[in-house]
């Protein structure tokens, strides 16, 4: 039997979703967007169970009138639209899923999570989502911790402008990692530190990168591990040179205020390419004591574009889309909780990675 499922927003990483689901059989999908343009691509994509709908989604009304009837609901939406996607799938007693980055729109998930009878599911991407996974899967391996060190990466392989960077999903989040605070855990307590500070260099098969602060990629780790570790952060990789430009951007000539994002995100969508010609860079360190002795254990992975039922998808594409899609199949196989807050460390990594969708995180 098919599962009817919904999917809000059919931009770069919502294309990729489609690609995902709609060749398994096992989904009925009804895709929505209010971008005509958008929606006549995935038309013309010829995706199979897959049906269009054009919608003002930020209308929680018209939002809940389309949900309704679906078993689950994907959001691929820009995180201020988690708020209303997310009460309009409580409202429809609908599974919800995102990949928003953002803290204070997952807090609303939060609480709309409480007594809920559907599963909500936020933050199912590569960070967060996938990195909270490992961190937990190796944070288990020890009897006390002392440091949980994340590092993630959407870089492009062949970088040849100033910020060695291009442009490979959400503008309006990337700009949101760069801007807001992030939370870490130092020397035990819980707390908020600037995005864009504590700067690091290292290497790794030979290549340098740099990483530094950025918002949102921890998702509920520090509350599962509070009290339980003494050190924990999560940190954004690019390639040496990257931040101090960034950095100028948004502090010296203040691009990172609120009102004047919008220019910020025109000056990136100008200037810098889109490329599906990229790597994705997943690290985890860890810190503890095991069998009476402190040792350090670590995770790293590279995991590059490749095509998919004939299309090419980019690593951050591949990487995000397989992320949420995996863990939409383990809760409607009964392998995650039904309902109230799942938070991605209550994923088994071996589960994980052997789902059809989590697979091309350990090719």
């Known amino acids: 039997m098919t599962t009817k499922l919904i999917l809000l927003g059919a931009g770069k990483i919502g294309d990729a979703i489609l690609n995902l689901l709609s060749h398994t059989g096992d989904y009925e999908i009804t895709v ?3 971008d005509a343009e958008r929606l006549k691509y995935v038309e013309q994509a010829g995706f199979p169970n897959t049906r269009i709908v054009q919608a003002d989604l930020s209308d929680k009304a018209a939002v809940t009138e389309l949900i309704r009837g679906h078993k689950v609901t994907m959001s691929a939406c820009p995180y201020f639209l988690t708020p209303i996607i997310a009460g309009a799938a409580k409202a429809a007693n609908s599974h919800y899923f995102d990949l928003t980055e953002d803290v204070e729109s997952t807090r609303i998930v ?5 007594n809920a009878d559907c599963a909500f599911v936020p933050q199912c991407g590569l960070a967060p989502g996938f990195i909270s996974i490992v961190a937990n899967d190796v944070a288990k391996r020890f009897e006390t911790l002392r440091d949980v060190s994340m590092r993630v ?7 040849n402008n100033a910020l060695k960077y291009n442009l490979t999903w959400s503008t309006d989040g990337l700009i949101n990692e760069y801007c807001n ?6 020397d035990g307590e819980l707390r908020e530190t600037a995005a864009l500070e504590e700067i690091e260099h290292f290497s790794l098969d030979g290549i340098d990168y740099e990483a530094f602060n950025t918002s949102g990629g921890l998702g509920t780790l520090c509350e599962s591990l509070q009290g339980k570790v003494q050190n924990l952060n999560y940190k954004t990789v690019r390639y040496p040179g990257h931040r101090d430009i960034v950095k100028m951007l948004i502090r010296d000539l203040q691009l990172g205020k609120l009102e004047r994002r919008p220019i910020l995100k025109e000056v990136m969508e100008t200037a810098i390419p889109m490329t599906k010609q990229d790597v994705v860079l997943v690290f985890v360190s860890v810190v503890g004591m095991r069998d009476g002795r402190l040792e350090q254990e670590s995770y790293a ?7 998919v039922n004939g299309q090419l998808l980019s690593a951050i594409q591949l990487t995000t889309a397989s992320g949420i899609c995996a863990m939409v199949d383990l809760v409607v196989t009964g392998k995650l909780p039904q309902h109230g807050l799942v938070r991605q460390e209550q994923t088994l990594l071996s589960d994980f990675l052997a789902n059809r969708f989590g697979r091309y995180y350990a090719i």
């Open 110 to 114: 939060k609480q709309l999570a409480e």
């Open 301 to 307: 992975k590279k995991i590059y574009a490749q095509e």
């Open 181 to 186: 605070p992030c939370e870490a855990i130092v």
């Open 153 to 159: 990466g959407a870089l492009p392989t062949f970088p």
């Open 32 to 34: 929505a967007d209010r």
